[in-house]
């Protein structure tokens, strides 16, 4: 397929509805939309991720992955789109900045069927394990009147649900990736893979880093250009040097939880991993590619299913779709 059009690509989220159907119980985004749209403020364009850069690459198969799954795009060489972000609705973050994420967004578009689309953090977990966490988290942030959150209320959230600290205190953890291409990004759900002969496996997604994880302490991080990840994949490919990340799946065993977005799986920073395949950026893409479309977590080739257990998975695509329409009037 070509690139979508946002026409195209609500129908595709009405065709990709069926398969993964927000159930009423799993919550409404659009209160959760609303609130991150408020904290963004005025002129808000994405509520989350909202500075990034857009470009064409190109998705090459491992040859061990058709042995966990027939999905198309493990079968030969397609194109991609590849959107990195920095996370929260600041459009002038610094790319330096602690206690935000980074975002690495793609669509691996083969000819015909079988666009796959996935949205994905630099952290193993998320922050909420359910939309009412996530719509409660955001509302214990919620400034007050003097335009800051309330300490206490925030403490008060924390203590009641303390796994959604876990995906912070992850970041704070790690180093400032110096790369969109030098860090690890999880998709966070568990997804289930079907080879040609049936077999079914239960799997994490993680896209490492071909080039070497690229890390900055916080003083050399200060230090950087505020703009310095679209300079650096800039450089990459004016000079030839990888840019691109390999896909993995991490492999689950039976009893694993598959339905709690804010939970790594038992030793699974250990776990054996197959090779899928290799995301390569190739060119930078105008912006626009990006943005009047939505990329659609649950949009899945056949061969790979998302969880139909965890109510974060459901939303997420109804999420994007209320936000894209918002930012498009
Ligand atoms: C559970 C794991 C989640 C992860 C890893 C994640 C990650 C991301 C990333 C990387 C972006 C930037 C997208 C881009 O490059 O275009 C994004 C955007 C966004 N996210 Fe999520 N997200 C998650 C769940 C959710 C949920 C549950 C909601 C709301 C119910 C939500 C609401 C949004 C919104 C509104 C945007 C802006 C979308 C747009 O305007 O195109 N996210 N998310």
């Not at 049936?198 to 896209?207: P, S």
């Not at 060119?283 to 969880?307: N, Q, Y």
Request: proline share 9%.
């Amino acid at each position: 397929m070509t690139r979508v059009t946002l026409a195209a690509a609500c129908l595709a989220i009405l065709l990709a509805a069926p398969a993964q159907p927000a159930r009423a119980q799993d919550g409404d985004p659009a209160p959760i939309v609303e609130i991150m749209r408020a904290f963004a403020g005025p002129g808000t364009h994405r509520p989350s991720g909202a500075k990034g850069a857009c470009y064409a690459g190109r998705f090459e198969p491992a040859a061990t992955a058709p042995g966990l799954s027939k999905a198309v795009i493990f079968t030969r060489p397609s194109d991609a789109v590849i959107r990195f972000s920095v996370g929260g609705g600041n459009p002038a973050v610094a790319d330096g900045a602690r206690g935000v994420n980074r975002g690495l967004s793609f669509r691996i578009d083969p000819d015909g069927a079988g666009q796959t689309e996935f949205v994905m953090v630099n952290a193993p977990i998320n922050f909420a394990a359910t939309p009412a966490q996530m719509l409660g988290f955001l509302q214990a942030r919620r400034p007050a009147a003097n335009g800051q959150p309330d300490t206490e209320r925030v403490r008060a959230f924390s203590e009641a649900n303390p796994e959604t600290l876990l995906q912070g205190r992850y970041l704070a953890s790690q180093p400032i990736p110096g790369s969109w291409v030098g860090v690890s990004y999880w998709g966070v759900h568990a997804y289930t893979l079907t080879n040609a002969a049936g077999a079914r496996q239960v799997i994490k997604f993680r896209m490492e880093p071909l080039d070497g994880p690229v890390n900055l302490t916080d003083d050399e991080a200060r230090a950087r250009p505020r703009d310095f990840l679209a300079a650096d994949i800039a450089a990459r490919l004016a000079s030839g040097r990888p840019a691109g990340l390999r896909m993995v799946a991490i492999l689950g065993r039976a009893g694993d939880p598959t339905d709690n977005p804010t939970r790594m799986w038992e030793g699974e920073e250990a776990r054996p991993t197959v090779e899928l395949g290799r995301l390569m950026v190739r060119s930078v893409a105008d912006a626009k590619v990006c943005d009047e479309v939505i990329f659609a977590p649950t949009l899945l080739a056949d061969g790979i299913d998302g969880p139909e257990n965890d109510p974060m998975f459901a939303i997420r695509t109804p999420a994007y779709a209320i936000s894209i329409s918002k930012r498009m009037q």
